[in-house]
């Protein structure tokens, strides 16, 4: 699993700025985010799991907002 502050993970600049943020993903493979990266590496099914916890977790908070 990947810090919020681990380089190469898409959330880093919100996180810099202060803004909460997260990654939901799997990184199977080491050519992630280098130029040896292909389409082809991408597990499908990982996505699709991926972007179902995700849309979870925002319905969850749309249900039960965190307070600041």
């Known amino acids: 699993m990947f810090s919020t502050t681990a380089r190469g993970v ?13 990654t939901i993903a799997h990184f199977p493979y080491p050519e992630y985010h280098t130029p040896r990266e292909r389409l ?10 991926a972007v179902d916890l995700a849309a ?9 907002p965190i307070g600041r």
Request: negative net charge; aromatic residues 4%.
């Open 56 to 64: 979870a977790l925002v319905e969850s908070q749309l249900e039960r």
């Open 10 to 22: 898409d959330s880093v600049p919100f996180a810099d700025e202060g803004i909460p943020a997260a």
């Open 40 to 49: 082809e590496l991408v597990d499908e099914q990982r996505l699709a799991d």
